[in-house]
């Protein structure tokens, strides 16, 4: 896999722990530890709603904790892989800081509403899509494993202890966790497709296509505060 097709599914991967989680690395039982503390981390009130879609307070703590994690892990990955060298591994620090608490809670309310906002088009995706899409990156990181991936065996047995952490096996976690999130990123994504083809702008275009699409659907949200 190319290098920054292995950084993006690393990130993406452990940005999907956030909705549930060589050089010196994060042992497993941190990753335990943050499934647990997902785990007990009821969804309680809520936090906003989103044209009438809730985001609960327990959602934003969860993404919040895991995050910090997620970022951390996912420098350790880069610099474990040797994907970069020293002055683009500085060049990616400074391009991608610590997550900030109203980061977090600006990207649940933008993902609900575009998930809203892509139900509302018709589109959908089925747990037979979600469920595939799991199982390839699943598939992916062991074959990478079986190759002597030192960053593949990190990330399955990383997830492995947050999945056992939230008292899952691996293959509940993927069911019960990742599958339907998967299913509203695939429908984001579903939404961005569609987005770009009813623009019908050139490629270098699309993303500030997007970019239009998401700022003028935020100005126009009903966002609730309780």
């Known amino acids: 896999m190319k290098r920054r097709g292995w950084i993006a599914l690393a990130i993406g991967v452990f940005a999907v722990v956030c909705l549930g989680a060589v050089a010196v690395i994060l042992p497993n039982r941190t990753?335990?530890?943050?499934g647990e503390t997902a785990a007990g981390t009821a969804?309680?009130?809520v936090y906003a709603t989103v044209n009438?879609?809730?985001?609960?307070?327990?959602?934003?703590?969860r993404a919040m904790q895991t995050e910090q994690l997620m970022y951390e892990s996912s420098l350790q990955l880069i610099e474990i892989g040797g994907y970069l060298t020293e002055e683009e591994m500085a060049e990616y620090e400074a391009a991608y800081p610590p997550p900030t608490q109203e980061e977090v809670e600006q990207r649940l309310l933008r993902e609900a509403l575009l998930t809203?906002?892509?139900e509302e088009r018709g589109l959908s995706v089925t747990e037979e899509e979600a469920r595939e899409y799991a199982d390839n990156i699943n598939e992916t990181l062991e074959?990478?494993?079986?190759e002597g991936d030192a960053s593949a065996q990190y990330m399955l047995d990383s997830l492995e202890a947050y999945a056992a952490g939230m008292d899952m096996t691996y293959e509940e976690y993927t069911e019960e966790i990742l599958v339907p999130t998967w299913r509203d990123a695939l429908l984001r994504e579903k939404l961005y497709d569609r987005v770009i083809a009813e623009a019908a702008q050139s490629a270098d275009a699309q993303e500030d296509i997007w970019e239009a699409f998401i700022a003028q659907a935020m100005a126009e949200v009903e966002i609730v505060y309780p």
């Open 31 to 34: 990753f335990q530890q943050a």
């Open 43 to 45: 969804d309680g009130d």
């Open 52 to 61: 009438g879609r809730p985001v609960y307070q327990g959602q934003v703590e």
């Open 116 to 118: 809203g906002l892509a």
């Open 143 to 146: 074959a990478m494993e079986a």
